[in-house]
Nanobody, 121 residues
């Protein structure tokens, strides 16, 4: 089994920064792709940023230029650096990873439990 554990959320004032971490553990051969999603109260979950196996990143228009996704393959960890935070960034942030548990296995999709980010105005 594979577990994803997010950390780094919290309360920050508008204009501030936070760095989220997503640590994957368990039976992992490789992490093909990973991403961050968020869900605000009363809204659907939306994609924020994604990174593929070679480090190519994509971002939602709403966070371009403010958020940076990165990965440390040696630590099986994905990060989301969030700068110039706005009240509308307030949400529960979820980590997602597509993981192969062995060379021969098919990729599987895993989610973390979420971490709350609250940005005050």
């Amino acid at each position: 089994q594979v577990q994803l554990v997010e950390s780094g959320g919290g309360l920050v004032q508008a204009g501030g920064s936070l760095r989220l971490s997503c640590a994957a553990s368990g039976n992992i051969f490789s992490i093909n792709a990973a991403g961050w999603y968020r869900q605000a109260p009363g809204k659907q979950r939306e994609a924020v940023a994604a990174i593929n196996g070679v480090g190519l990143a994509n971002y939602a228009d709403s966070v371009k230029g403010r958020f940076t996704i990165s990965r440390d393959n040696a630590k099986n960890t994905v990060y989301l650096q969030m700068n110039i935070l706005k009240p509308e960034d307030t949400a529960v942030y979820y980590c997602n990873a597509v993981v192969k548990r062995s060379f021969y296995s098919s990729p599987e999709d895993y989610w973390g439990q979420g971490t709350q980010v609250t940005v005050s105005s």
